[in-house]
T-cell receptor, first 108, second 114 residues
Framework: GQSLEQPSEVTAVEGAIVQINCTYQ??????LSWYQQHDGGAPTFLSY??LDGLEETGRFSSFLSRSDSYGYLLLQELQMKDSASYFC?????????WGAGTKLIIKP | DTAVSQTPKYLVTQMGNDKSIKCEQN?????MYWYKQDSKKFLKIMFS???????INETVPNRFSPKSPDKAHLNLHINSLELGDSAVYFC?????????????FGPGTRLTVT
């Protein structure tokens, strides 16, 4: 079967750093994507890792280890507007296989 | 300059009715998708089209029928609506068939079946 595991909820403090982990087991794997979705909004693309290592885009970074079937999204200098759900998704056979999402709660 | 648009944004209807949701993208992308997001926020791929051709057809009741008149449009028609169809339906697009990793989503259509 195909599965992605990510925590259902993570809580952090404004200004802090938070890491959202994702482990996957899929039949085909080309890379790992991350999306952000605010309540009532649509998913928006954040980052994509096709190769092992760290990709940095401003305050957000994403990491992939293909040998461990593991990735994470790192959010730095957290702001209240980062409160949202974050989805990891495996790029597999011309489609994305989605995780169930992690709700990030940020406290002042 | 809306990239991916959907109409309507909200749809409230009764069981047994037939309804359609329209989607248009002005990004020049070749590939389009339909997703269903349930109340637990799980995103489930329903269909994918590449240049008007169906390439992904997941296990979806045949009451759901997609239509792509051209590569910029992908519509979804639902027959005999059921309570379990209540969800948010998202349309998305990506540049080419091999770029599924970066999808651009429409604002969603919240369907409520009573």
């Amino acid at each position: 079967g195909q599965s992605l595991e990510q925590p259902s909820e993570v809580t952090a403090v404004e200004g802090a750093i938070v890491q959202i982990n994702c482990t996957y087991q899929t039949s085909g794997f080309y890379g790992l994507s991350w999306y952000q979705q605010h309540d009532g909004g649509a998913p928006t693309f954040l980052s994509y890792n096709a190769l092992d290592g760290l990709e940095e885009t401003g305050r957000f970074s994403s990491f992939l280890s293909r040998s461990d079937s593991y990735g994470y999204l790192l959010l730095q200098e957290l702001q209240m507007k980062d409160s949202a759900s974050y989805f990891c998704a495996v790029n597999s056979n011309y489609q994305l296989i989605w995780g169930a999402g992690t709700k990030l709660i940020i406290k002042p | 300059d809306t990239a991916v648009s959907q109409t309507p944004k909200y749809l409230v209807t009764q069981m047994g009715n037939d309804k359609s949701i329209k989607c248009e993208q002005n990004l020049g992308h070749d590939t389009m998708y339909w997703y269903k997001q349930d109340s637990k926020k799980f995103l489930k791929i329903m269909f994918s089209y590449n240049n008007k051709e169906l390439i992904i057809n997941e296990t979806v009741p045949n009451r759901f029928s997609p239509k792509s008149p051209d590569k910029a449009h992908l519509n979804l028609h639902i027959n005999s609506l059921e309570l379990g169809d209540s969800a948010v339906y998202f349309c998305a697009s990506s540049p080419r068939q091999g770029t599924a990793y970066e999808q651009y989503f429409g604002p969603g259509t919240r369907l409520t079946v009573t």
